[in-house]
Nanobody
């Protein structure tokens, strides 16, 4: 009943830019924190960036100064602007949302299916 759909991934040359989008839809009362994670082959899934409902952000050290996370609360959408991309940024990027489906329900974690980002010359 709740779905997170990512878009914006693709192939880009080193130094290039991409913007990822993730829209949450379905039966949602409210969304708390949202974020982006990534997972490269053979590696653990790691937090890339997170953002609270109030706009406070947190970034992995490897992307600080290059990536920017933002959100549009009215449209239940989170974005990740990725600049100065490096080959080591290559991974599947997953959208994450912590949300309440009803006023009485507890917080539930949802994940998108992922979008591939490949940085290569």
């Amino acid at each position: 009943q709740v779905q997170l759909v990512e878009s914006g991934g693709g192939l880009v040359q080193p130094g290039g830019s991409l913007r990822l989008s993730c829209a949450a839809s379905g039966s949602i009362f409210s969304i708390d924190d949202m974020g982006w994670y990534r997972q490269a082959p053979g590696k653990q899934r790691e937090l890339v960036a997170a953002i609270t409902t109030g706009g406070a952000t947190n970034y992995a050290d490897s992307v600080k100064g290059r990536f920017t996370i933002s959100r549009d609360n009215a449209n239940n959408t989170v974005y990740l602007q990725m600049n100065s991309l490096r080959p080591e940024d290559t991974a599947v990027y997953y959208c994450n949302a912590n949300l309440y489906r009803t006023v009485l329900a507890g917080l539930i974690i949802y994940w998108g299916q992922g979008t591939q980002v490949t940085v290569s010359s």
